[in-house]
């Protein structure tokens, strides 16, 4: 089945710190989505990409459909406590019949 | 608060019990999922649902059984579970199953099976 490679796996940063992160396939989707989750909590969108090269910003938060349709990168600036959390990337290759392939998440934690 | 609510947000229960996880979405959608988050691993889907009907089996063990009784409720049986099956369950829902459709997740219910 696809599978995407989500990296870093964990971030240790300083509040303020800029924050990235990216995803990569092997095969092409047609969407991807950023999702947030806090502990106890399902995940929460943060962005979703619709349109290969589309950058899009919601706040602090920036993402990027790659080229290729094979990746899509997730910067965080400025970070902030309430950033800390799992982020995960999704893709979609066709309906929503086929679901959403995650990735395995990259846990942000902030150091004070 | 995204819309999508699920019941309990905690259960715990024997292998030998029968149980039911609730899923209820308040956003006029048409399409529902079912989805396993195990430690270390990355989101699982179970099942789809587009207009109360099954469309997606994602090869789950019939100890798991789904019923989707209308367009807003989704429920997801549990029996004679093993303790692999400990996990978060999530709901999704979104507005069909076309592409570029969004789905939204619930909060969960954490399963612990002893």
């Known amino acids: 089945g696809q599978q995407l490679n989500q990296s870093p796996q964990s971030m240790f940063i300083q509040e303020g710190e800029d924050v990235s992160m990216n995803c990569t396939s092997s095969?092409?989707?047609?969407?991807w989505l950023w999702y947030k989750q806090d502990p106890g909590e399902g995940p929460v969108l943060l962005i979703a990409?619709?349109?290969?090269?589309e950058l899009t910003s919601n706040g602090r938060l920036t993402a990027q459909f790659g080229i290729t349709r094979k990746d899509s990168f997730l910067n965080i600036s400025a970070s902030i406590p309430s950033d800390v959390g799992i982020y995960f990337c999704?893709?979609?290759?066709?309906?929503?019949?086929?679901?959403?392939?995650f990735g395995k998440g990259t846990h942000l934690i902030i150091q004070p | 608060e995204t819309g999508v609510t699920q019941t309990p947000r905690h259960l715990v229960m024997g292998m030998t019990n029968k149980k039911s996880l609730k899923c209820e979405q308040h956003?006029?959608?048409?399409?529902m999922y079912w989805y396993k988050q195990s430690a270390k691993k990355p989101l699982e889907l179970m099942f789809v649902?587009?207009?109360?009907?099954?469309?997606e089996n994602n090869s789950v063990p019939s100890r798991f059984s789904p019923e989707c009784p209308n367009s807003s409720h989704l429920f997801l049986h549990l029996h004679t579970l093993q303790p692999e099956d400990s996990a978060l369950y999530l709901c999704?829902?979104?507005?069909?199953?076309?592409?570029?459709?969004?789905?939204?997740f619930g909060p969960g219910t954490r399963l612990t099976v002893l």
């Open positions: 095969s092409i989707f047609n969407t």
């Open positions: 990409l619709y349109k290969a090269g």
């Open positions: 649902y587009s207009l109360e009907e099954r469309v």
């Open positions: 999704a893709g979609q290759a066709g309906g929503g019949a086929d679901g959403l392939t």
């Open positions: 956003l006029g959608h048409n399409a």
């Open positions: 999704a829902s979104s507005q069909t199953t076309r592409p570029g459709d969004t789905q939204y």
